[in-house]
């Protein structure tokens, strides 16, 4: 089991430009999560994902920010146009729907907007 | 916003020292979890609790749920130089369908002085 696989690791911007984070989820988990952690806000869900379907996007902070996921093994978080306070690390996580399913978290990217 | 608000925030021990980290939340809850997150790294979780249940131990790990207070600890005993992280507590909100929607608090870092 490799794990919630995201990529890239780090992305360095600048403001203005459009960002695609990456994310592969584990196989055979149905829910998958992205969420953005800050020092300033700590980790906030952006939207989740069940069965491919977003359920709830109330977390996405602006219209520059979209999330897709095409298939069961692949999820995009993209930002356009990007800017500094986009900075932060996000997440992807993934799990089996359930009251009681723990998230796996992948390693997160880092973005930095200049 | 965050519902889980770790105290404190900050803590600093020595080898061999139990930490305990404490966790409030606002809302019902059908279970809350534990997560620690090392430097660059994505969340792993630790520990599961469900609503119905007032303490679980997995290892070194301990922990302690009060719904009427809504409140929960994690004692890690015996701790090492490798428990150094964050640490996270993480509530579902609560409801049949709040599934794995988790809300994480802001998190304590432990240090771990060999």
């Known amino acids: 089991d490799a794990g919630v696989i995201q990529s890239p690791r780090h992305e360095v911007t600048e403001m203005g430009q459009e960002v695609t984070l990456r994310c592969k989820p584990i196989?055979?988990?149905?829910?998958l999560f992205w969420y953005r952690q800050t020092m300033m806000r700590g980790l906030e869900l952006l939207i989740y994902f069940n069965n491919n379907v977003p359920i709830d996007d109330s977390g996405m902070p602006e219209d520059r920010f979209s999330a897709k996921m095409p298939n069961a093994s692949f999820s995009t978080l993209k930002i356009q146009p990007s800017e500094p306070r986009d900075s932060a690390v996000y997440f992807c996580?993934?799990?089996?729907?359930?009251?009681?399913?723990?998230?796996?978290f992948g390693n997160g990217t880092r973005l930095t907007v200049t | 916003s965050q519902q889980g608000e770790e105290d404190p925030q900050a803590l600093s021990i020595q080898e061999g020292e139990n930490a305990t980290m404490n966790c409030s939340y606002k809302t019902s809850i059908n279970n809350l979890q534990w997560y620690r997150q090392n430097s660059g790294r994505g969340l792993v979780h630790l520990i599961l609790i469900r609503s119905n249940e007032r303490e679980k131990h997995s290892g070194r790990l301990r922990v302690t749920l009060d719904t009427s207070k809504k409140s929960s600890s994690l004692l890690i005993t015996a701790s090492r130089a490798a428990d150094t992280a964050s640490y996270f507590c993480a509530t579902d909100g609560g409801g049949e369908t709040s599934g794995s929607r988790l809300t994480f608090g802001e998190g304590t870092q432990l240090t771990v002085n060999p």
């Open positions: 996580a993934s799990t089996l729907t359930g009251v009681n399913s723990p998230l796996h």
């Open positions: 196989s055979g988990h149905n829910s």
